[in-house]
């Protein structure tokens, strides 16, 4: 490596004098605006910090110069919407729901503000348009595990299933297989019996008579003699198509050999009970209240 300053014969550049296997550092000192520009970028960093909430502390932070708080205008914003809306959701809050679809003007409020809350708090599981996914009911169907009513609804809202709140539904599906209630064999006959409640498979495939007497036995007490469920149980009607987790042999086999036992969240305690009406409305009017 050498030390002394010479000039590129290729570029016409001067070099800074350093040079490694042959290959001479150029002296190109950056531009001028460049530097400028750079300069004033750390200037504007540093009225930023004096101006703006910058810098953590122990338990807060700095608050600025002009004491600005993006969050607290959100606050304020809110605040103002509620304060706005109040009278119309007092009156929301005061009508029973059956005047609320009844009137217009109500139903129209009820559900542009279930919608909203639905979007936010329901459609991660549900789907945006209530549509549901595997383990997730479809609330655009008629087929409700707890009633599809107003006040059916708004229960299940309220407080849930196996949420753990002491008004929530409780029903459960057991564990044949693993609570050794039942064989491997009169699991799997069971369960091609119920797939043939919906026509979804033929007699020629399991033992009719051993499957009528297995139900009989040990699933009708929820599901019904003739299986059509037990919405006071939150048992499904297995004759109609319509599958919470599935309807071929294996996720049935699955289903009777391990249950289920879903978790609808109790929203009482986290949305006010005029939101939860609103809800309420807005899930029955999706096409699916009964």
Known sequence: MTEHNDIDYISGR????????????????????????????????????????????????????????????????LAGLEKLRGDKMAVLGKASLTEIEKDPALLGLA????????????????????AGAKGYPNLNDDDWLWGGSLDQILQTIQFGARSGHAQAHEGQMLAF?????LTKTEIVTVA?????????????????????????????????????????????NLTDRIWLYGSDEETLVETISYGRAGIMPAWSGRLDPITVRALAVYVHSLGGGQ
């Open 14 to 77: 001067s070099t800074t004098g350093h040079e490694w296997d042959g290959i001479k550092e150029l002296n190109t000192p950056l531009p001028r605006w460049w530097i400028l520009c750079f300069y004033a970028t750390i200037l504007w960093a540093v009225g930023y910090w004096m101006v703006y909430p910058a810098w953590p502390l122990l338990s807060s932070y700095t608050t600025g110069v002009f004491d600005y708080s993006t969050r607290a205008n959100v606050v304020n914003d």
């Open 111 to 130: 559900r542009a503000r279930g919608k909203t809350v639905f979007a936010d708090n329901c459609a991660p599981c549900h789907g945006s348009g209530g």
């Open 177 to 181: 297989g693993r609570d050794g209630i």
């Open 192 to 236: 091609n019996y119920v797939r043939s409640l919906s026509g979804l498979t033929t007699a020629a495939k399991f033992d009719p008579a051993a499957g009528t007497r297995i139900f009989a036995e040990n699933c009708a007490v929820c599901h019904g003699e003739n299986a059509k469920g037990n919405q006071a149980l939150g048992a499904p």
